[in-house]
């Protein structure tokens, strides 16, 4: 069965700081994975995608790693600002399939 | 101003109607997918269309009908046979590639007093 897990469920941070968010997939077989950032009650953005060959790809102070082999995703967020404040999904595609982890909720306080 | 919308923001419902929420695109996208999300759980896919007048069933769409007649509409109707419809739904459509990104509108969230 395809799955999407995503860790921790939810991360408190201050503003500054830098955070790491973890995903690990099953979804196989493996076309691209990408992560979004979704504000409360509005629609996910996309932030990164990356496909087998690519181990990391960068957007601003966002910056996403992917292990093929492990199956394994982060995403690392440099510098946080209050605005960081949002749910981070990681979504996985296989062959004709897209998978959606449950979401990482950051909340980055003052 | 290119994008894709939908409507409305929120929306209220007795049991036992029917309501249809719409989803417009202007990106010129083949592909429109509706999705369900509920606290604590990822984006459940209810349906989706690649094409024009074609469309297919995604994991969860008993009580959930479609249409698409035009490329930039792809309303979902919630029916009364939905047994738990309060959820917040949301569109996306792409360009129809396996790389491509899917780009979300801003969601409906719907509640069934």
């Known amino acids: 069965k395809n799955q999407v897990e995503q860790s921790p469920q939810s991360l408190i941070i201050l503003e500054g700081k830098n955070c790491t968010l973890q995903?690990?997939?099953?979804?196989?077989?493996?076309?691209?994975l990408r992560w979004y950032k979704q504000d409360t009650g509005r629609g996910p953005v996309s932030l990164t995608i990356?496909?087998?060959?690519?181990n990391t790809k960068s957007n601003g102070r966002y910056t996403a790693t992917l292990d093929a082999d492990t199956k394994q995703s982060s995403l690392h967020i440099t510098a946080s600002q209050l605005s960081d404040s949002a749910s981070y999904i990681c979504?996985?595609?296989?062959?004709?399939?897209?998978?959606f982890g449950t979401g990482t909720k950051l909340q980055v306080i003052p | 101003d290119g994008g894709i919308t939908q409507s409305p923001k929120y929306l209220f419902r007795k049991e036992g109607q029917n309501v249809t929420l719409s989803c417009e695109q202007n990106?010129?996208?083949?592909?429109m997918y509706w999705y369900r999300q509920d606290p604590g759980q990822g984006l459940r896919l209810i349906y989706y269309?690649?094409?024009?007048?074609?469309?297919q069933k995604g994991d969860i769409a008993e009580g959930y009908s479609v249409s698409r007649e035009k490329k930039e509409s792809f309303p979902l109707t919630v029916t009364s046979a939905q047994k738990n419809p309060t959820a917040f739904y949301l569109c996306?459509?792409?360009?129809?590639?396996?790389?491509?990104?899917?780009?979300f509108g801003p969601g409906t969230r719907l509640t069934v007093l």
């Open positions: 990106l010129n996208h083949d592909a």
């Open positions: 269309s690649q094409i024009v007048n074609d469309f």
């Open positions: 995903c690990n997939y099953t979804v196989s077989p493996f076309s691209n």
């Open positions: 979504v996985v595609r296989g062959y004709q399939k897209v998978t």
């Open positions: 990356m496909t087998f060959s690519e």
């Open positions: 996306a459509s792409e360009l129809g590639g396996a790389g491509d990104t899917q780009y």
